[in-house]
């Protein structure tokens, strides 16, 4: 039986599951992109009905949306670690290793999920995959010899044995993407990524990159809506 035909759908279901695990008085990390925007939203409602939440937002996307909807909006310093951050992501594998990004928030989507004791990723079901690699894994460099960087970044793919190692320039040379921090991003096609954990630590170890796109460790479980439901994968 079809109950979400859109993936908008979806993601709003998955969003509406994980504001289920929230309990009045919690602080809170609100991840960015499409899935996290229907989660602020539906807190904003239970917000405005009286729900107590101390949030911390992943963007300055994220950090308007949830203003304006009179979510209370403090600095990560402010309120030290969190209970519970809900996410979306580009992938997510069944060890609940992830590929995120694709909004260009990795880096401070990555800080909250490290400064929190739960991690809740939200998706669609065209997210989850066997293995990572499809969607173009995002790697937050700095701007200056950002094509030498690059050119590391396509060397590490393919030392960890990744299937391609295509690096192109978010926003391209004359317009470039730049993240919150003032950084750029490098979209690296793997194709397929074998091994995620060399290939993070290959990438952590080259100068000149902040932070990359894949998150190893950091999400406790998943809500992943396909078209008969919610489902739920790994631990809370
Ligand atoms: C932003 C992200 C997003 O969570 C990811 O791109 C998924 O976005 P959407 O929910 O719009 O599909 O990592 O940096």
Redesign the pocket.
Known sequence: MTIYPTADAR?AAAAARALQDVADGMTLGL????????FVRALGSRVREGLKVRCAA??EETAALALSLDIPIFELDALGTLDLTV????EIDPDLS?????????LR?KIVAAASRAVI????DK?AVETLGAFPL?VEIVPFAHRTTMQRIAEAAAMAGCAQNLVTLRGGDAHPFVTDGGHYIADCDCGRIPDPETLAAMLASIPGIVDH?LFIGLASKAYIAGEGGVTEQGQG
């Open positions: 993601k991840g960015t992109g499409s899935t996290a925007a229907h992943t963007s996410d979306g992501a580009d992830l590929i995120k990004g694709g909004g260009g928030a990795l989507e990723i939200i998706a669609d997210k995002p796109g």
